[in-house]
């Protein structure tokens, strides 16, 4: 198969999306497969992790125990032969396929990979079971890869699954989404996603797991990209620095220089810089807009409340909404075009302190 990285860890299950395993058991339990399913929902709420655990129980080949029950919901056993090769990614009958990392500076996946995906799901079962596709995400297929895939939507083989992940399902072709049963993975409430987080990095302070939980707004993995990142301590300086009633431009231009980093290896970074300046100025908009108590109030971590402050004496709702609309759509072009992030992010943060770059 094209990854032969471990899966997922068997003894830390996803959990908090049972609406989607039920589905799915009773669907192929009842005989009313749908062999493509379109998982939706924000990034890093799980949607990979469920397509995987998904996987597991599908190649699963014991049944000496119920696979399902009413409580449980989707049962993987670790221990289980085809269920430990999906866990370890050396499964046979299993393809993911995701953006290949060397030469590939556009971070799509590529024709290539969707027409090997179409040969992979022609094959007969190597451990006579199911064969199992899972494409993360379709956010990194262009148009020409998803038109592949709608012969194999059409015309699927027989005893073949094929997941979708989508963080932007609306960029889809309709003719795609049209042929897949659609299931939302909603974010996962506070206490939920604290757990997983605490669960992944048992080491750090309790306080870190809270903030991150918030931060992320219920998605785990981007919470857990936050922190590996530093995301999350650079933007607590970032909002510190714009808090100080005078600001520390040296300082704050340092921070956005090294937050900014360019590159595939701070990708994650830049990415995270994105997702918190764009929280913040949206925050801060709320608050302004009059909902002090609402809200803002409640989203807010314990230090971001100073900044929102601070924004909102210097800025009116209107403009603080504007800017995040077009820092949103501007953070994106900046890194499409692989320009100097990190000057975009100094003026955007400047900005917010009603000052021009030094």
Same mark, same amino acid.
């Given at each position: 198969?094209?990854?032969?990285?471990?899966?997922?860890?068997?003894?830390?299950?996803?959990?908090?999306?049972?609406?989607?395993?039920?589905?799915? !058991?009773?669907?192929?339990?009842?005989?009313?497969?749908?062999?493509?399913?379109?998982?939706?929902?924000?990034?890093?709420?799980?949607?990979?992790?469920?397509?995987?655990?998904?996987?597991?129980?599908?190649?699963?080949?014991?049944?000496?125990?119920?696979?399902?029950?009413?409580?449980?919901?989707? !049962?993987?056993?670790?221990?289980?032969?085809?269920?430990?090769?999906?866990?370890?990614?050396?499964?046979?009958?299993?393809?993911?396929?995701?953006?290949?990392?060397?030469?590939?500076?556009?971070?799509?996946?590529?024709?290539?990979?969707?027409?090997?995906?179409?040969?992979?799901?022609?094959?007969?079962?190597?451990?006579?079971?199911?064969?199992?596709?899972?494409?993360?995400?379709?956010?990194?297929?262009?148009?020409?890869?998803?038109?592949?895939?709608?012969?194999?939507?059409?015309?699927?083989?027989?005893?073949?699954?094929?997941?979708?992940?989508?963080?932007?399902?609306?960029?889809?072709?309709?003719? !795609?989404?049209?042929?897949?049963?659609?299931?939302?993975?909603?974010?996962?409430?506070?206490?939920?996603?604290?757990?997983?987080?605490?669960?992944?990095?048992?080491? *750090?302070?309790?306080?870190?797991?809270?903030?991150?939980?918030?931060?992320? *707004?219920?998605?785990?993995?981007?919470?857990?990209?936050?922190?590996?990142?530093?995301?999350?301590?650079?933007?607590?300086?970032?909002?510190?620095?714009?808090?100080?009633?005078?600001?520390?431009?040296?300082?704050?231009?340092?921070?956005?220089?090294?937050?900014?980093?360019?590159?595939?290896?701070?990708?994650?970074?830049?990415?995270?810089?994105?997702?918190?300046?764009?929280?913040?100025?949206?925050?801060?908009?709320?608050?302004?807009?009059?909902?002090?108590?609402?809200?803002?109030?409640?989203?807010?971590?314990?230090?971001?409340?100073?900044?929102?402050?601070?924004?909102?004496?210097?800025?009116?709702?209107?403009?603080?909404?504007?800017?995040?609309?077009?820092?949103?759509?501007?953070?994106?072009?900046?890194?499409?075009?692989?320009?100097?992030?990190?000057?975009?992010?100094?003026?955007?943060?400047?900005?917010?302190?009603?000052?021009?770059?030094?």
């Amino acid at each position: 198969m094209e990854d032969t990285e471990p899966l997922f860890d068997p003894t830390r299950l996803p959990f908090g999306h049972q609406m989607f395993t039920d589905a799915l !058991v009773s669907a192929i339990e009842g005989g009313r497969i749908a062999h493509g399913w379109l998982l939706t929902g924000p990034q890093g709420v799980g949607k990979s992790a469920m397509a995987c655990m998904a996987a597991a129980w599908m190649l699963r080949e014991t049944e000496d125990q119920p696979s399902f029950t009413e409580t449980s919901g989707m !049962v993987v056993d670790p221990d289980d032969p085809g269920s430990n090769l999906v866990c370890k990614g050396h499964h046979p009958d299993l393809l993911v396929i995701r953006p290949e990392i060397k030469d590939n500076k556009s971070g799509q996946i590529k024709l290539d990979q969707i027409r090997k995906l179409v040969g992979f799901l022609g094959h007969k079962p190597g451990r006579g079971g199911w064969r199992v596709a899972i494409i993360d995400s379709m956010d990194q297929v262009n148009r020409n890869g998803a038109n592949a895939l709608l012969k194999l939507l059409e015309e699927p083989p027989e005893r073949t699954m094929l997941f979708l992940i989508a963080s932007k399902p609306g960029r889809l072709p309709p003719t !795609v989404r049209s042929r897949c049963r659609v299931v939302r993975i909603p974010a996962l409430d506070g206490e939920n996603c604290r757990t997983i987080v605490a669960n992944a990095m048992p080491e *750090e302070p309790e306080s870190r797991m809270t903030d991150l939980a918030r931060l992320s *707004e219920g998605a785990p993995g981007r919470a857990l990209s936050l922190a590996a990142s530093q995301s999350d301590d650079l933007y607590r300086t970032a909002c510190a620095l714009l808090s100080e009633p005078r600001l520390d431009e040296g300082a704050l231009a340092a921070l956005c220089e090294k937050w900014g980093k360019g590159g595939a290896d701070g990708q994650a970074a830049r990415d995270g810089a994105t997702w918190l300046v764009s929280r913040l100025l949206r925050l801060a908009a709320l608050s302004a807009s009059g909902s002090a108590s609402g809200p803002a109030q409640n989203q807010a971590c314990a230090f971001e409340t100073n900044v929102i402050s601070v924004l909102v004496r210097r800025h009116d709702q209107a403009n603080l909404a504007e800017r995040h609309a077009s820092f949103v759509k501007s953070a994106a072009q900046m890194d499409g075009l692989y320009l100097d992030f990190g000057h975009f992010l100094s003026r955007e943060l400047f900005w917010l302190r009603g000052k021009s770059l030094p």
